[in-house]
């Protein structure tokens, strides 16, 4: 594809802001190919001495099974073009004034808010969730760079004096360069969780977003171009991570990484990065989340409306979201009166192709598949959904559909209770009392999030404060305010981000000493 097939192809991808267009487009444009975007301006990755093939990853339409796009799987000779533009980039950028650096942010928030349409559409097909869904995601990406152009507006340090002798205060400097990971789930709001403080607080960046879900960055970073960001303050690139992703965070230029995704590839980055003592660290990783149901909240006039918030924190996004809770765990008085009700709620509110979209890819099918096909073997009653089945070339283009599942009876020690599936898939479990809820709860490599359904003011503090976990909802389930901490313990992860949070990530603090005499 030359260059004027390319621009072409840019321009149509932004004319479609309905489903409907942007069916017409693929429907002759098919696959569309995407460029990464460096020094402010796009460009094909270009083979090398080292790197003779770029090499291209085929990236499929999780609704249909077909073909959508061809991303370039970014070489490390490309990489580092990309660290070291980001790395010119940063003595200019750091010394930008903050009002400036937040009239940049507040003019991509404007962009993404009249182009939000289109980002949503396209979000819903490179990923598969609904469109409505999507119209969620585009809207808390505008407000992570509209909350960012604020926040260093009105920053506070701190100062302290030894009596006679000395003042002291803290001085915060921007970090450097950034290599800004993000995960397939929530592509552009996560993508935008990173790029934004990052920019905020005077660094600059390469994010790289996933290899299975790229359209979004790709047309973020044309917005980046509307909105006049100086040339190499972020850079896009694309490509899978044993390629890209690894060279990326392992480059001595680098001097810290932001990255959201599974705990395997956390553990590979905390590897990687071992010898770089000097590298800032937040890994964002996998959960196992627990919702702890109890009696007192299968109250006649609460039932409805816990079954309710127990279901839309399982199965929202097709349970692919790294907070939703998919261990139910159920106060045993009340177990079998909320597995009925659960079950039959999840049977008429969650329906495939209305509210619940498809699963991201072929791979991820298979892999929740698998998960179904050890239940089934382990004897595991299956209350509502099944076994999927298995997919071939031939009616692979059928999509990655999979019907919300409702499990009981799994063992403790079961994969099915310990282990990420990231799927529309949910066991539910009984337990005896408090404490017992805590302790299955706590039963868990993971420590990201956890729900705690109940009418006694009491029992919301105290089981609260004892769960292992980094995020806690009472009766409600993903609000947020950004300024609060945001990050687990245990496997799901190191590092806080949100408000200050994210200040600590982007900014190195120094204490200034001045005397008193």
Known sequence: MNSTDQDNMADAIWA?????KASSILSSRRPLRLQNFVSGNFHTPSASSSSPDIGYI?????????????VPCTQP????TAIRAAQDAFPAWSKTPRSERSRYLRRVSELLQEHRELFAVWESIDQGKTLARARVEVDRAIANFAYFSTYILHEQTAARTVDGVALTYEHRSPAGVFALISPWNMPLYLLTWKIAPCLAFGCTAVAKPSEVTSISAFLLAALFQKAGLPSGVINIIFGDGPTTGAALVASALVNGVSFTGGTQTGIAIRRSTASHIYKHMS???GGKNPTLVFADAMAEDKRERTVSL????????????CLCGSRIYVEKAVYSDFVLEFTEHVRKTWVVEVNVGAVVSRQHYD?????????????????????PPELSDHDDASGYWIIPTVLTEAPSDSALVREEIFGPVVTISPFEDENDAVRLA??????????????????MRRVSERLETGLVWVNSWLVRELGTPFGGVKNSGVGR??????????????TVHLPSF
């Open 16 to 20: 479609c802001n309905t489903l409907e």
């Open 58 to 70: 085929d990236s499929y339409e999780p609704k249909t099974g077909k073909l959508l796009a061809r």
């Open 77 to 80: 000779d490309g990489v580092e």
């Open 283 to 285: 890994l964002e990783l």
């Open 310 to 321: 127990a279901a839309t924190a399982a199965f929202e996004n097709q349970g692919e979201i």
């Open 367 to 387: 892999k929740i598949r698998g998960y179904l096909k050890l239940a089934d073997q382990e004897g595991v009653k299956f209350n509502l959904g099944g076994v």
């Open 442 to 459: 706590n039963d868990s490599d993971y420590g990201l999030a956890a729900i705690v359904v109940t009418a006694d003011g009491g029992r």
């Open 497 to 510: 981000e949100g408000g200050e949070y994210s200040r600590d990530v982007f900014t190195v603090v120094k």
